[in-house]
C-alpha cells in the first residue's frame, strides 16, 4: 500500500523528525512510503519559520497565520502527487488549513490524522480555534485518528464524532545513537560525579519550567557542590534571557543552560549524563511526550507535575514521580537526591521500555494502516 507521511515541521528536526524517521524505518517492509513536508528556513536554534514564535505582543496569532498560509501553498503545490497515495497520514499541520485542504485536494483519498492533543486549555482565541478544529474535523470524512494515550483518547472522544475510530499507539521515541556511558557523559558536560536534574527539550512557556527551578532552588539540591540543574533546549515564545531571569530570582547558582537546538548527540549526551527529568507541565500536558519517552531508553526516572496523559502514564506505569503539588515535587527531588526508590523505578522503565518499544507500535501502525478500506 502507498502510504504518504505528511508533516510541516520535519526539516526542523527534533521529535517530528524523528518520529517519521522510525515510522519508515520499522514499516518499510510493510508500505510504500512517500514523504512530504515543507521545507523551511531554519534559525540559527534549528526552528522553522512555521513555529518560530517570539514574545511580541500577538506573536502566537502571527504563528498561527503563517502555519497557515504557508501550508496551505505547500498542500496545493503538492496535491497532485500528494493523491496518488492510497492513505495520507498527516503527522504534523495547522489545524484549519489541514480540513481545508482535505476538502479541497484530498477528498477522496484515505485519512489518518495524528492527533497530538486533545486539550482546548488557552486563552479564549485558542480554545476557541482548538473545538472548532475539532468540530470541522467530525464532519469530514476520516478514515481514523492515532493518539498517544488514553487519557487523550477520552478526550478526543468527546469532541469528535463517534463515527471516526481513534487508535492508542504510546509515542516510542528512539535515536540513532546509542546511550554513552552515564560517568563519561557527565565528564563531557563538567558534571564530573554530580547529581544531574534535567530540564530537556524546547522551552515553552506551556511547560513551566519555572515551577521547576522554584522547586529546584527549595530541594536538597539547591546549591549543593553535588548536584547540578541541567537546562537544554531551544527557546521558542521565550528568551534565553527570561529563562536567566528566574535562575536569578530564585538565587539559583549551581545551573547549567544549554540554549539552542540539540543535536541527536548532544541529546544522547544531556540523557545519559542525566539522574532524573524534570516535566512540570501539569494539565497543560495533555499528550504524550518525546523526552519522557526518551527516559525509557535511558532508564531514567521523570518527576512530573500530576495531570493529563503524561501524569497519567507516569503514575500507572510507575516510571517515576506524579506529584499533585509544589511540595510532592520538591519531596521526589530529594529522594532522588538521596538515590531513594532508584532500584524500583529501574524494574518498571524496563518493563515500559519493552511494553512501548517501536517493534511494539510497528504492530499497531499495520493494523490501523491496513484496516483503512
Same mark, same amino acid.
Not at 476520516?142 to 472522544?157: Q, W
Given at each position: 500500500m502507498s502510504v504518504a507521511l505528511i508533516s510541516l515541521t520535519y526539516k526542523c528536526r527534533g521529535h517530528s523528525k524523528e518520529y517519521i524517521d522510525n515510522l519508515s524505518k520499522h514499516l518499510h517492509n510493510s508500505f510504500d512510503f512517500s514523504l512530504y513536508y515543507y521545507n523551511q528556513k531554519l534559525n540559527r536554534n534549528g526552528v522553522g519559520v512555521l513555529d518560530y514564535k517570539t514574545e511580541q505582543i500577538g506573536a502566537p496569532y502571527r504563528k498561527i497565520l503563517r502555519r497557515f498560509f504557508y501550508s =496551505? @501553498?505547500?498542500?496545493?503545490?503538492? @496535491?497532485?502527487?500528494? @493523491?496518488?497515495?492510497?492513505?495520507?497520514?498527516?503527522?504534523?499541520? +495547522?489545524? =484549519?488549513?489541514?480540513? =481545508?485542504s482535505i476538502v479541497l485536494f484530498f477528498r477522496k483519498n484515505k485519512k489518518i490524522v495524528w492527533i497530538h492533543s486533545a486539550s482546548c486549555d488557552g486563552n479564549f482565541f485558542y480554545k476557541s480555534y482548538k473545538k472548532l478544529f475539532f468540530y470541522l474535523l467530525s464532519k469530514l470524512q *476520516?478514515?481514523?485518528?492515532?493518539?498517544?494515550?488514553?487519557?487523550?483518547?477520552?478526550? =478526543?472522544?468527546k469532541l469528535i464524532s463517534s463515527k471516526i475510530p481513534v487508535h492508542v499507539i504510546q509515542y516510542p521515541s528512539e535515536l540513532n545513537v546509542l546511550p554513552m556511558n552515564?560517568?563519561? $557523559?557527565?565528564?563531557?558536560?563538567?558534571?564530573?560525579?554530580?547529581k544531574v536534574f534535567s530540564l530537556?527539550?524546547? *522551552? @515553552?512557556?506551556d511547560k513551566n519550567y519555572e515551577y521547576a527551578i522554584s522547586a529546584f532552588a527549595q530541594s536538597n539540591a539547591f546549591n549543593n557542590p553535588?548536584?547540578?540543574?541541567?537546562?537544554a533546549g531551544a527557546p521558542s515564545g521565550i528568551s534565553e534571557s527570561s529563562v536567566l531571569e528566574w535562575l536569578r530570582q530564585h538565587?539559583?547558582?549551581?545551573?547549567k543552560l544549554d540554549s539552542g537546538y540539540l543535536s541527536e +548527540?548532544? *541529546?544522547?549526551? $544531556?540523557?545519559? $549524563?542525566?539522574?532524573c527529568l524534570l516535566m512540570p507541565y501539569g494539565n497543560t500536558g495533555s499528550s504524550q511526550?518525546?523526552?519522557?519517552?526518551?527516559?525509557?531508553?535511558?532508564g531514567l526516572p521523570a518527576i512530573v507535575r500530576g495531570g493529563g496523559e503524561i501524569g497519567r502514564y507516569v503514575e500507572y506505569e510507575e516510571v517515576g514521580f506524579s506529584c499533585n503539588n509544589l511540595k510532592e515535587f520538591i519531596t521526589a527531588m530529594n529522594m532522588i537526591h538521596s538515590c531513594k526508590l532508584l532500584t524500583k523505578f529501574a524494574d518498571a522503565i524496563l518493563k515500559a521500555k519493552r511494553k512501548f518499544s517501536w517493534s511494539q507500535a510497528a504492530i499497531k501502525y499495520k493494523e490501523v494502516f491496513n484496516g483503512v478500506k
Open positions: =496551505l @501553498r505547500f498542500y496545493f503545490s503538492n @496535491r497532485k502527487s500528494i @493523491r496518488d497515495n492510497k492513505l495520507l497520514y498527516f503527522t504534523d499541520y +495547522e489545524y =484549519l488549513s489541514l480540513l =481545508l *476520516i478514515d481514523g485518528c492515532v493518539v498517544n494515550g488514553t487519557e487523550t483518547k477520552n478526550e =478526543l472522544v552515564s560517568i563519561d $557523559a557527565k565528564k563531557q558536560l563538567g558534571f564530573q560525579n554530580k530537556i527539550g524546547m *522551552i @515553552r512557556k553535588d548536584s547540578v540543574l541541567h537546562i538565587s539559583v547558582k549551581n545551573y +548527540e548532544e *541529546i544522547n549526551t $544531556a540523557f545519559s $549524563a542525566s539522574d511526550s518525546g523526552p519522557l519517552s526518551l527516559c525509557r531508553n535511558y
